[in-house]
């Protein structure tokens, strides 16, 4: 296993479309984060899963966005009616988990620009 | 509760020193340290888990201050390299998820 990959790299869409993000965590890791990143911003923290089970949700993350890590492998973050200020790089994170959260290795990102 | 990182920016030449503050108004479990280069992804410098913890990786090493809730990243005699935004993390006591801190942009130039 490589790494965290994401897919797809970069998303242009259209005001009001929904758009689809994937990633694939490191095969053992057991924790996955989504964060958002803005230009000259530090990762903002949107959810994270332990397994399957999505155990945090921040409040920045509106009823238009959706998380899920089905049979806890892989994770997809869905942005129903995109909005402009939805535009970001999307970043997802793994890690093994446990009471210490541990290094967190980050996928390349998935670059969201809404027109 | 996203941590405050100061200063915002700083630039040095090669061969200064520099320190970079995390700041949290939670009690903290761990402080992570992350470089991350336009363009990147984040990459991980280190981790500090208990109080007045000290690591250092090569001339990068950090100190965690529970009490107070504060870490402080030190680069000594930087390198062209060490370019790239900083950003601490944090995990806080009362849960698992993961903030990152506003960022502190390093240039070093010739």
């Known amino acids: 296993d490589t790494g965290v990959s994401q897919d797809p790299r970069h998303k242009i869409t259209k005001r009001g479309q929904n758009v689809t993000f994937r990633c694939d965590p490191i095969s053992e890791h057991n924790r996955l984060y989504w964060y958002r990143q803005t230009l000259g911003q530090g990762p903002e923290f949107l959810t994270y899963f332990q397994n399957e089970a999505q155990l945090e949700k921040s409040r920045l993350l509106s009823d238009r966005f959706s998380a899920e890590r089905p049979k806890g492998s892989f994770s997809t973050l869905e942005i129903q009616r995109t909005e402009q200020g939805d535009s970001a790089m999307y970043l997802c994170a793994s890690n093994l988990g446990g009471r210490s959260t541990g290094e967190l290795f980050f996928g390349e990102g998935s670059r969201l620009t809404v027109l | 509760q996203q941590p405050v990182q100061s200063p915002q920016a700083v630039i040095l030449r090669e061969g200064e020193d520099a320190v970079i503050n995390c700041s949290s108004s939670?009690?903290?479990?761990?402080v992570h340290w992350y470089r991350q280069k336009h363009g990147e992804a984040p990459i991980f410098l280190m981790i500090?888990?208990?109080?007045?913890e000290q690591k250092g990786h090569d001339k990068i090493s950090a100190s965690f201050n529970e009490k107070k809730q504060q870490s402080s990243l030190y680069l000594t005699a930087s390198q062209l390299s060490y370019s790239g935004t900083y950003f601490c993390g944090t995990e806080e006591v009362t849960g698992n998820q993961f903030y990152f801190g506003t960022g502190t942009s390093l240039t070093v130039i010739p």
């Open positions: 500090l888990l208990k109080g007045g």
């Open positions: 939670k009690a903290l479990y761990s």
